[in-house]
């Protein structure tokens, strides 16, 4: 028989979790998936249209859910209906390998309508920022160029995408830090040789000796959103030039490229 105390901690753990249920009240996505959504997708996002039909159907599903749960909001510029399909898509498609899986460090993405500088102001001299991840009272939102987002799903071939860089930052920061090591995704033997990797690699950089963008040699974090940008603009080519990289890489986010026909990426 539970002891008192034992029974006033099964029914305080129970109280939690029935808070805890009350409180998410997560909105699945509709029965009905907009074809004219559809079409953009198609159009528009290349990992969308090398996926099979059931993948499709899933991702589609979890793009909705995405826009449900989550404000996406313009700042002194429009929001459409397609604007919130490319971010939501930006959002899945790291986590595609992972159904289920919640941004539970984040509320709401703000487009801003040009680049910004470090006081989020969009005219001016220094704005060089197209995004980031909030801290601090900025907590719990990410601000995105509207033009940045749109230039990532428009060139195919730049190994750059700023709304999946962002993304891969918020994944990064599931365990609290953004270190370019996500532990969640990233099982403990992997850690110490991830670490390896990305010092050489950065080493690489720092030489000129790597097609990487240069951005990536400024820290450990800044190199995972750099790589995961290429890994997902131009898997092909990652796997040519950076083998052992790509092949971490398909590990940390359980993405088999083969299985998305790698053969029709860049």
């Known amino acids: ?63 909705q859910a995405f826009i449900l749960n989550y404000k996406i909001i313009g700042i002194d510029v429009d929001c459409t209906d397609e604007d919130k399909l490319l971010v939501a898509s930006s959002a899945i498609i790291p986590i595609f390998g992972f159904p289920q899986w919640r941004y539970h460090n984040l509320r709401i993405v703000q487009l801003y309508p040009d680049r910004f500088d470090e006081d989020f102001k969009t005219e001016g001299v220094g704005r060089n920022t197209l995004g980031m991840v909030g801290t601090g009272f900025m907590e719990g939102k990410m ?39 996500p532990q969640r995704l990233l099982e403990k033997q992997y850690t110490i040789p991830w670490l390896d990797l990305m010092h050489k690699e950065i080493k690489k950089i720092e030489l000129k000796k790597s097609d ?49 026909k790698l053969k029709k990426f860049w």
């Open 1 to 63: 028989m539970l002891s008192l105390f034992g029974l006033l901690l099964l029914i305080s753990a129970l109280w939690v979790i029935h808070k805890s249920l009350q409180t998410e009240k997560w909105k699945p996505a509709l029965a009905v998936f907009p074809e004219k959504w559809r079409n953009f997708l198609q159009e528009n996002v290349v990992f969308y249209k090398s996926l099979s039909n059931s993948e499709k159907d899933r991702f589609e599903k979890e793009v």
């Open 143 to 181: 601000i995105l160029s509207k033009p940045a987002l749109y230039h990532g799903f428009s060139n195919e071939s730049d190994k750059k995408n700023t709304a999946i860089h962002e993304f891969v930052h918020l994944l990064d920061k599931s365990d609290n830090t953004i270190d370019g090591i």
């Open 212 to 260: 990487i963008n240069p951005y990536a040699g400024t820290n450990t974090a800044e190199f995972f959103a750099v790589a995961s940008e290429y890994f997902f603009e131009r898997p092909k080519l990652l796997k040519k030039k950076h083998p052992e990289l790509y092949q971490v890489l398909e590990r940390i986010f359980n993405q088999k490229m083969t299985r998305r």
